[in-house]
């Protein structure tokens, strides 16, 4: 069965850093594409950024170029995303999702599996 978990999500100031966790289990991670989403309060699911062990193929969302980072542990069965420089735009829900594609995409209608999320808040 797959499994997504999201942590790490919490408050900080503009301008500091975040590292969310997401836990997969029941897949081959490496098999698989991981992107990360978010949504904040009456906007739509956005894309952040998908990540390809297969190809070694990386997207990001406009918004978060230069500033977010996806990171993976394929033996620990883990990705994580990076966020640096955080704007309160940032604030929203964030989720990781899971399909067994090989392209990478930001469209969240693409993919399969997710995380039940994990709240970000920036606020001074």
């Known amino acids: 069965q797959v499994q997504l978990a999201e942590s790490g999500g919490g408050s900080v100031q503009p301008g500091g850093s975040l590292r969310l966790s997401c836990a997969t289990s029941g897949f081959t991670l490496n098999h698989f594409l991981i992107g990360w989403f978010r949504q904040a309060p009456g906007k739509e699911r956005e894309g952040v950024s998908c990540h390809s062990t297969i190809n070694g193929a990386e997207l990001y969302g406009d918004s978060v170029k230069g500033r977010f980072t996806t990171l993976r542990d394929d033996a620990k069965q883990m990705v994580y995303l990076q966020m640096n420089n955080t704007k309160p735009e940032d604030t929203g829900i964030y989720y990781c999702?899971?399909?067994?594609?090989?392209?990478?995409?930001?469209?969240?209608?693409?993919?399969?599996?997710w995380g039940p999320g994990t709240q970000v808040t920036v606020s001074s």
């Open positions: 999702a899971a399909i067994r594609r090989v392209d990478c995409t930001l469209r969240s209608s693409h993919y399969a599996f």
